[in-house]
């Protein structure tokens, strides 16, 4: 029904910048939020960002915040993720995900609460 597609994952070094896109596609997705997710080799997956693709509300872990920005164009149906000051812990294969917004967009944050995944997009940054 939803279908995502991630792009721009590549290598780059502390203190660099990096933007990550989205493409989204599907059937009646206004009601969604669009998030991305981050997970290392061994470790769950853990929450980065999201925002609603109708009002645009945004809520970002507090491990980005300030450093990560998430944006969106509806008329590309693309969804953005600008990572900037990058840390080598930032290092993670970063995965776009659709959920629907049933509550307030700070219930959005646990990975359970979306339906539809990309495939992952690896970024490396290097000390």
């Known amino acids: 029904q939803v279908r995502l597609v991630e792009s721009g994952g590549g290598l780059a070094q502390t203190g660099d910048s990096l933007t990550l896109s989205c493409v989204v596609s599907?059937?009646?997705?206004?009601?969604?939020?669009i998030g991305w997710f981050r997970q290392a080799p061994g470790k769950e997956r853990e929450f980065v960002a999201t925002?609603?693709?109708?009002?645009?509300?945004?809520y970002y872990a507090r491990s980005v915040e300030g450093r990560f920005g998430i944006t969106k164009d509806n008329a590309k149906n693309s969804v953005y993720l600008q990572m900037n000051s990058l840390k080598p812990e930032d290092s993670d294969i970063y995965f776009c995900?659709?959920?629907?917004?049933?509550?307030?967009?700070?219930?959005?944050?646990?990975?359970?609460?979306?339906?539809?995944w990309g495939q992952g997009t690896q970024v490396t940054v290097s000390s």
């Open positions: 925002i609603s693709w109708s009002g645009g509300s945004t």
């Open positions: 995900a659709a959920g629907l917004l049933i509550r307030g967009i700070m219930t959005m944050g646990l990975s359970n609460r979306y339906e539809y």
């Open positions: 599907g059937r009646s997705f206004n009601n969604y939020v």
